[in-house]
C-alpha cells in the first residue's frame, strides 16, 4: 500500500512528463518570436535612423563646401517603429547668392517606402535674392516627394490661403493673396530621358493681386492654370540662381507653355506657346493669345502713350475690332454663363527686351535680363 502511494506521490510529484514540457513550450513560443521581432525590428530601425542622420551629415557637409549653409535649427529623428521623422524648429539655407529661411518643418519616410516623403511647415517663409525680399504665409502647407533611382517620379505642394509679398522688383511691393494653390511636377514620359523635360502643372484659385486689379479695372478675384512642360529640367541644380539659368540657357531649355489660362470676373484669356533665354538673359519667344472682355485692359496700356482718355477709347476701339469687349456672346459661341466667347489675338513676342503686340512695341514696357 506504501508502495502504492509512494509510485502515485513519484508520478505527481517528480519530474514532469516530456509532452508536459512541449505543450508548455508551445504555451510561449509565440511569445518568444514575437519578442525576438521586436529586438530585430528595434535595432533595425535604429540602424536606419543611425544611417540616415549620418547621410544628412555628410550631404549638409558637402553643400557647405559648395558654398551652401543649410541649417536645421533643433534637429531631432523620431518616429519609431515605422516611420523616419524629420523635424527642424527652422530650416534656412544661406549662400553667396541669397538666403531663405522656412519655419517649423517636418519631414516623414515610412521605413517600408523611403523613397517617398511627405513634408509640411507652418511657415512663415522669408527669402531675399539680390535686392529681392520676398515673404509668404498660410494656413496650410503639404508636400509630397517620391524618389527614383535616377531623379523623380513626382513632386507636389498644396497650400491653403496663401500670401506672398515681393518687393525690390519696383517702386511698389508686389502682393498677392490666394484661397488655394497648387504645384504639381513628373518627368515628362516621351521625353525625360532624351530632352530632361519635366511637365508642371499650378493651379491658383480665388486670387487677388492689386498691382493686376489697376491693370485690369476690375476687383474681382483671379484663377489662374498652367500647363507646361520645362525641358533641360535635369541640368538645374541647387547652386546660385544665375548660375543654374545660364546652364539650362547654354543646354537649349525653353519652358513650353501648352495651356495658361486667366480669368478674373468677365476677363479671360488663354495663352500658349515657347519662351527661352535669349544671350543678354532675357525671356524671348511668342505667345499665342485668345481673349474676351479685356479692352479696359488695351485701354490702360494704350493710355500710357496717347494718354487716360484717348488711351481709353483707343482700347474700345480695338477691343471691338477684335471682339474683346463685354457684349452678350452668341448662342453658338458660348455656353451659358461662360461670358463672351474667346477671340483670337496677335501673338504677342518677346523680342530683344521688348514686347511686340501685333509687331508693333508696348510703350513704356520693357522686358530686362533675369540675371
Not at 525680399?133 to 509630397?144: C, E
Request: contains cysteine.
Amino acid at each position: 500500500m506504501t508502495q502504492g502511494m509512494d509510485g502515485r506521490n513519484g508520478a505527481v510529484g517528480g519530474a514532469p512528463r516530456p509532452g508536459t514540457r512541449r505543450g508548455r513550450m508551445g504555451l510561449f513560443l509565440p511569445y518568444i518570436l514575437l519578442a525576438l521581432v521586436v529586438v530585430a525590428w528595434s535595432g533595425a530601425w535604429f540602424w536606419i535612423r543611425g544611417r540616415a542622420e549620418s547621410e544628412m551629415d555628410a550631404w549638409m557637409a558637402r553643400e557647405a563646401a559648395a558654398g551652401r549653409t543649410w541649417t536645421c535649427e533643433d534637429r531631432s529623428l523620431t518616429g519609431y517603429p515605422f516611420r523616419i521623422e524629420l523635424r527642424c524648429a527652422s530650416l534656412a539655407l544661406s549662400r553667396a547668392d541669397g538666403s531663405f529661411r522656412l519655419g517649423p518643418t517636418t519631414a516623414v519616410a515610412q521605413i517600408y517606402q523611403p523613397r517617398l516623403v511627405v513634408f509640411e511647415s507652418r511657415g512663415p517663409f522669408h527669402a531675399e535674392q539680390g535686392d529681392l525680399t520676398g515673404d509668404a504665409s498660410w494656413k496650410a502647407l503639404q508636400g509630397s516627394f517620391h524618389g527614383a533611382a535616377e531623379g523623380f517620379t513626382r513632386a507636389s505642394l498644396v497650400v491653403d490661403g496663401p500670401t506672398v509679398s515681393v518687393s525690390g522688383a519696383g517702386p511698389q511691393p508686389i502682393a498677392m493673396a490666394g484661397r488655394h494653390l497648387e504645384l504639381h511636377a513628373r518627368p515628362s514620359p516621351a521625353r525625360y530621358e532624351s530632352d530632361g523635360a519635366v511637365d508642371v502643372n499650378l493651379q491658383l484659385a480665388e486670387t487677388a493681386v492689386p498691382a493686376l486689379d489697376a491693370l485690369t479695372g476690375s476687383a474681382a478675384p483671379a484663377d489662374a492654370a498652367l500647363d507646361a512642360t520645362v525641358t533641360r529640367a535635369t541640368v538645374i541644380g541647387t547652386g546660385a540662381v544665375p548660375k543654374e539659368l545660364e546652364k539650362w540657357r547654354q543646354a537649349g531649355g525653353l519652358l513650353e507653355i501648352a495651356a495658361l489660362s486667366l480669368a478674373k470676373g468677365d476677363q479671360r484669356i488663354q495663352a500658349k506657346g515657347q519662351v527661352a533665354l535669349d544671350a543678354m538673359h532675357r525671356p524671348s519667344g511668342q505667345i499665342d493669345l485668345r481673349a474676351a472682355g479685356i479692352d479696359a485692359v488695351i485701354g490702360t496700356v494704350v493710355g500710357q502713350r496717347f494718354g487716360s482718355k484717348e488711351g481709353a477709347l483707343v482700347g474700345q476701339l480695338v477691343g471691338g475690332l477684335l471682339g474683346l469687349g463685354r457684349g452678350p456672346a452668341r448662342a453658338d459661341q458660348a455656353t451659358p454663363g461662360s461670358g463672351p466667347p474667346l477671340k483670337p489675338l496677335p501673338p504677342l513676342k518677346l523680342v530683344d527686351g521688348q514686347v511686340l503686340f501685333s509687331g508693333f512695341p508696348i510703350p513704356n514696357l520693357r522686358v530686362p535680363p533675369l540675371y
